[in-house]
T-cell receptor, first 115, second 109 residues
């Protein structure tokens, strides 16, 4: 497809379970970003990838959160031992290396509900 | 720490009206300022991006301006339509965007 895709679109899990969220960036985009959108906090940066490396993971809220990117393309965000406060919409974005502007294009998000 | 504020939080206007959404930021050393639109239950759609060296950008009925010295940006929407109803978000940063809380716009037919 032409845009950023994310899966699943919705995920309901029980407290304490692990979840994996997937992001497919726009083809050719080397930069990839994860954000979280929650009612109380608005949109918050989580982590930034350039290729397969993550030069900035300062937004990950705890060591239960991790992310990886393979082949310079798909990325997965993993949340271990989920807590109710992890409930939010997780958004992924990508940007082009040839665009000096670093304009970010977002996917539709994954809505995570932790019961 | 960069902080981004958007005023008003909500705005309701009749169709056809011209309107202005405001965004302010505390640290003027920004790389980009990007305006997005978000429809309920959807992701973000990029509307306009202004690089730090630029003063404004235009796309169709939308015009965004940037005044780094005062830490402000405005998004001007001309001849508003009901389809413009959405939440408009302003974000500043380099690779790491800091977002405002958004302005919920309702355009009434």
């Amino acid at each position: 497809g032409a845009g950023v895709s994310q899966s699943p679109s919705n995920k309901v899990t029980e407290k304490g379970k692990d979840v994996e969220l997937r992001c497919d960036p726009i083809s050719g985009h080397t930069a990839l970003y994860w954000y979280r959108q929650s009612l109380g906090q608005g949109l918050e940066f989580l982590i930034y990838f350039q290729g397969n490396s993550a030069p900035d993971k300062s937004g990950l809220p705890s060591d239960r959160f991790s992310a990886e990117r393979t082949g310079g393309s798909v990325s997965t965000l993993t949340i271990q031992r989920t807590q109710q406060e992890d409930s939010a919409v997780y958004l992924c974005a990508s940007s082009s290396p040839t665009s000096g502007s670093r304009e970010q294009f977002f996917g539709p998000g994954t809505r995570l509900t932790v019961l | 720490k960069q902080e981004v504020t958007q005023i008003p939080a909500a705005l309701s206007v009749p169709e056809g009206e011209n309107l202005v959404l405001n965004c302010s930021f505390t640290d003027s050393a920004i790389y980009n300022l990007q305006w997005f639109r978000q429809d309920p239950g959807k992701g973000l759609t990029s509307l306009l991006l202004i690089q730090s060296s630029q003063r404004e950008q235009t796309s169709g009925r939308l015009n965004a301006s940037l005044d780094k010295s005062s830490g402000r940006s405005t998004l001007y929407i001309a001849a508003s339509q009901p389809g413009d109803s959405a939440t408009y978000l302003c974000a500043v940063g380099n690779y790491k965007l800091t977002f405002g809380k958004g302005t919920l716009l309702t355009v009434n037919p």
